[in-house]
């Protein structure tokens, strides 16, 4: 179907943000840590650790991600296949850490995760590859499966019992879209393995860019609604695949490389709940947004 006039103006600003935002704000976003690693393995680790804990101040998740990083030395890889007790090893490495409502134990489970797959798998990506199936239209199902194989470790050299736990915080860490969850630091862990450009890393060569759902986050989803990329209310699997869907109408071999963009218009404050307090005047996409038209104007 052709693009209408609107469309136009959309694609148009969405490309002009796209180059608006490259490298040069990375510091603004957990993408910085992978980048400080120079082997697969370790970017793989460190890009699991930073995007389990993408959530919450941009200033927090930073301090907390370093802190993690810094108990696990300068190959996180080796560290993690170099462990046992994993209790131990939160308890005096990481005594008191504390991302909003995640402690110590909790870091040692994902931590246990993360090596555990190692373990199984040879490979984070080999853990995670070998879930995607033909025919699927999205990474949903890989990321069903990847949950679930999580949710079978026999968790005691972390947690002290062989199965995590009904309510147990580190659950957040690893969400179902089945189970309706936008699921947004999954997909953003997997944007930052799968997709390559100037930030993102490319590691995942097995699985294509077009099968990526955006990461929705509070502000993907208020900027999405104001562009007119959905109209629903809940940030949930749904609106990331609605979002997605329109986003591959400009770019259907790569449509979530617009993430990063459109999250910092929401991050550096420009687009906000209040079109009062926005800065509409600053943003690259007014022209295709209705809220900043009519301020501009």
């Not at 040069?24 to 793989?44: K, L, M, N, W």
């Not at 984070?124 to 194989?149: C, H, I, P």
């Not at 979002?243 to 071999?253: E, G, H, K, W």
């Not at 420009?270 to 926005?278: F, K, N, V």
Request: net charge positive; charged share 25%.
């Amino acid at each position: 179907m052709p693009l209408s006039d609107r469309d136009l103006v959309l694609g148009g600003r969405l490309e002009e943000l796209y180059r608006a935002y490259g490298p040069e704000t990375r510091d603004s976003d957990p993408i910085v840590f992978v980048g400080r690693y120079e082997s697969a393995p370790d970017r793989e680790v460190v890009g699991w650790i930073a995007s389990a804990f993408a959530y919450g101040r941009v200033a927090t998740i930073q301090t907390n991600v370093a802190q993690i990083l810094a108990a696990l030395g300068p190959r996180p890889s080796a560290t993690l296949d170099g462990l046992d007790d994993f209790r131990a090893f939160v308890g005096e490495a990481l005594p008191r850490f504390r991302h909003r409502f995640h402690g110590p134990e909790d870091a040692g489970a994902l931590l246990f995760a993360i090596a555990s797959a190692r373990r199984e798998a040879g490979s984070v990506g080999t853990f995670f590859q070998r879930e995607l199936r033909d025919g699927e239209k999205d990474v949903g199902g890989l990321l069903s499966r990847v949950a679930g194989r999580i949710e079978a470790f026999d968790y005691r050299p972390a947690l002290g019992v062989r199965s995590l736990p009904a309510r147990h915080p580190a659950r957040f860490f690893f969400p179902d879209p089945a189970a309706g969850s936008a699921c947004k630091r999954w997909n953003l862990y997997l944007r930052w393995m799968v997709r390559k450009d100037l930030l993102d890393f490319g590691l995942w060569p097995e699985i294509s860019p077009s099968r990526l759902v955006i990461p929705t986050d509070t502000h993907i989803h208020l900027v999405a609604r104001r562009l007119g990329l959905t109209r629903r209310r809940a940030a949930d699997w749904r609106t990331a695949r609605e979002i997605t869907d329109r986003l591959a109408r400009f770019d259907p071999a790569d449509p979530v490389r617009f993430d990063y963009a459109l999250c910092r218009i929401g991050i550096f404050g420009i687009c906000q709940p209040s079109p009062a307090r926005s800065r509409c005047l600053e943003c690259a996409a007014r022209q295709a947004c209705a809220t900043g038209r009519r301020r501009a104007a």
